[in-house]
Structure formats: C-alpha cells, structure tokens
C-alpha cells in the first residue's frame, strides 16, 4: 500500500484541486480569507476648520485642501489650510489661556483633565484607529494594537506627573514655559499628537499643534476629545495646513517653546531660523539605525525582529532597523530564513486585519522610494523581494524589499529611505560591527541580537544611538525616553526627560 506523509497529502491536494504543481506556502498566502474592519464607526464630515479657542473657526485664507485616504486614492474630507492670520489668532488664543486660566489651574487639575482625555480615548479607540487607517494607510492590526494604547498611555502617564512635577525634579523649582508650537509628521499621526499635548499640558504650557498635511483627521478627533473632556477653551488649539503653516507657527514671535518632529531637512531649516531668539527647542528627526545580528543570537527570532524592525508600519518609522549587520558567519542562513519569511508577508487593504503592510502615505513618499530602489538597483548589492502576492491596482503600495551584501558608502545605506526598503551588509567582531553601526550622520535607535547579555552591554555602550534595544525591536514605552543623537536630533520625548523640554527648572 501507498502511504502518504502529511506533506504529500496536502501537495496533492493542492495539484488536485488546482490542477497545478503550486508552492503551498504561496498558495496559503494568497487565498488568505479577507477580514475587513467596518469603518461604519466613523464618521467623517464633509469639511473641517481649524479648532481654536475650543471653537471650529473658519480660515481667514478661506483655502481648504483635500486629504485621502492612500489605499484607494479616495478624497476623504477637505481641511482649512491655516495662513499667518490664523496662526497669530492661534497663538493669541494660546496666550490668553495661558495667562488667564491654565497657569492658574493646579497640577491636581491639570491631572484630572489628562485623566478624562485619556479615558476618552480608550472610549473611542476603535473609532480612532479605523480612522487612522483610513486617513494613514497604516495597517488596522498595527493602528489597534500598537498606536493607539500609547496614545492613551502617553496622556496616563503625564496625567500622573502633573501634580507630582517637584517629585521628577527633587530640590529644584519647576515653571512652564508658555505656549508651545509643535509641529508633527505623518507616520504616526495621532501618537506623535499625544508624544507631543500630553507632557506641555501635564506641565502647564498650552499649545498650538500643526498636522501634518496628509493626516490631519486624528489630531482634529483628538480636538473634539479635548472639548468633550472640558478642557478649557484655548488651552488646545489645532490647525491644519502644509510646510508653511509651520513655518508660521515657529517663527511666530510670542511662542516660547518649539517641538518638532520630522525630517532632518526642515528640522535644520527651523533651528537656523529659531536660533537668535529664546525659544527653547527640541528636535525628533530622520534616522538610519542599525540592527545588528551576531552569531550567537537565536536566529528564528532575530528574523522576526528584522521583519518588525524594518516592515512595520511600511518602514515609515523614525527609528526603523534599516541597515541590517550580520555577522559573516551566519549571513546565510539570516538572509535565506528572511527571504523565506518574506514570502508570507500580506501586503494589501490596511483595513483588513490580516494585512502586514499597508499603504505608502502618499504618492510623493511612494515615488520617492521607487527612485531610491532604482538607484539601489544601480550600484552594487543583490535585490530581493518576494514572489508571492500582487499588489493591489490602486492606492501607493510597495513590496517588502531588501539589497545584499552592499556597501558602507552606498547611496542606500547612507539616506533614509522611510520605506519598506533593507539594507544588509556583514561583520566580522563585534568592533566592526560597533563601527559600522556608528558609521552614520543619524544617532536615533540601534538594535543588538545576541544570547551574550556581557556582549550586548558592550555593544550597547559603544553605540551612538538615542534608543537600543536588545533581543526586540520598535518596543515603546510611555516611560520611556525617546530621541537621537546627531543629525537624528535633540531633546527626549517620553519618561521624566520629556517633561523637562516644557519646564524652567530652577
Ligand atoms: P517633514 O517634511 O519634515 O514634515 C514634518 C512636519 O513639518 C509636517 O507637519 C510638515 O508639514 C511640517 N513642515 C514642513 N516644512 C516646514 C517648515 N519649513 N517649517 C515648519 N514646519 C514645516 O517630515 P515628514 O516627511 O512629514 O516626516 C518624515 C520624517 O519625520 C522622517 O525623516 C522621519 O524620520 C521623521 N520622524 C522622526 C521622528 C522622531 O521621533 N525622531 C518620529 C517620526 C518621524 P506638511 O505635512 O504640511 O508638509
Ligand atoms: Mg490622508
């Protein structure tokens, strides 16, 4: 009699029911049954103004501008684009809630409307994170699971500061500083809103915040929190608009404190144009980080690190593990079980909850990272990406991808490429593997595999980065401070550190 291992079963199945010789992993991948988040949860209006004084006001450019949704190219919503007039407004209101109401309320207050913020979130999480996905492109599992319980945690955990704020600093004098102006980009919307609200407000500055242009709508959602939380009337002021909104905003004269986070290139642009004032500044900008396997790690789990490191969130991710250093002798293996795993990667409709990576935010970024990928394709290094699965017809998609054995002083090792693009080049000792890792004008985050914890502390301590993680990687934690070195920026968002940038301590 013929037996058949459970393997060959399935094989013939598959070539009975296909009538094909086809890989099963392929097979299992594509015929993956859907499952769609509704977004019946939300609700989108027609047009949105700017939130100022706890009111929607009308833009005095009287322009609006469209934001879509990436993964189908649908227009979702018109947005007002704020102009100088309305940033001064802005302002204004955040001055007079200052002076007038929020440097007179207690930290025990304080706290408490932090308190009802956060809550309310939670309330609304699903809400937020379907809308995040719709307005982002970013993967509902990720919006679910990851942004959003940071979101309400980062505004927990100020809430428990803000009337403790003589304890973060024992012996010393803390006053706010103002008015903030805080400008965010677009890869994690409504987190670098709550990265950036939560500690101002816990240490009694008011604020002025500008979205990013593509990804606006949470941060207004996070508006319509602040009024139902019954937060007073101009302690949060919201607007909307492109590059020159916020350039407006920080170089406004009556701000006394800018936050920033985004490219190296604008951030450059702003501290140049802040430096003869008494603004205080903090920067959070692009990175290049290096994620660094050495041989003893337990290789399965260092692929997955990998995957997370580098595909999460498209590769739109600050501190995303870009540059992968293995170490020589099992370079093989890492790169045929990373090739392996790549394959069952479900790129497609953010929406469904089995999708890994989602949409490029924008047509501009999808571009962008074709024209890097063409270049990589140029200069020396293996391409790879996988077989399986087609990309959606519309929308801005992009396969996982990764270049081999490049070099150190290649175009694609050296620029951020913010996409789901890797690079991989090998080591020899953990020296090189440190030189390497440094060898870059970012600083924002590095990760170590290895089973040695002597080895990883070694490792960790040579490394200029704001940010190692050992055995893990993109693990944030609201207690946690967040931030680079270099050209990756200054200052720390996050924990008692990311009080201290709102703060006089005297
Ligand atoms: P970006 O082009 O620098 O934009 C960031 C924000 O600044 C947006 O709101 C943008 O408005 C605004 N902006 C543009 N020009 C400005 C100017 N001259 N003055 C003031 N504001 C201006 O960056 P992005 O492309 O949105 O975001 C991606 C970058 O952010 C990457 O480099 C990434 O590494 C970095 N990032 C860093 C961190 C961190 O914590 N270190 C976190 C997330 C992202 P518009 O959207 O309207 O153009
Ligand atoms: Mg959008």
Known sequence: MKTETAKQGRETMTKKSTGKNLDLSKEFHQHYAPSLESREIVKIAERYELFIGGRWVKPQTKEYFPTLNPATGEVLSQLARAGAADVDLAVKTARQAYTKVWSKTSGRDRSRYLFRIARLIQERSRELAVLETIDNGKPIKETRDVDLPLV????FYNAGWADKLEYAFPGKKVAPLGVAAQVIPWNFPLLMAAWKIAPALATGNTVVLKAAETTSL????????????????????IITGAGETGAALVNHPDVNKVAFTGSTEVGKIIARAIAPTKKRLTL????????MIFADAAIDQAVEGIINGIYFNQGHVCCAGSRLLVEESVADEVVRKLKKRMESIRVGNPLDKNTDIGAINSQGELEKIKKLVAIGKQEEGEFFEPASGTLPSKGYFHKPCFFNRVASSSTLNRVEIFGPVLTITTFRTPEEAISKANDTPYGLAAGIWSEKGSKIHQVASALKAGVVWANTYNKFDPTSPFGGYNESGFGREGGRHGLFPYLEVK
């Open 152 to 155: 309400a945690a980062h505004f």
């Open 218 to 237: 949470t941060a207004l959602a996070l508006a319509e929190i602040c009024a139902q939380a019954g937060l007073p009337d101009g302690v949060v002021n």
């Open 284 to 291: 959070e900008l692009g990175g290049k980080s290096a994620h």
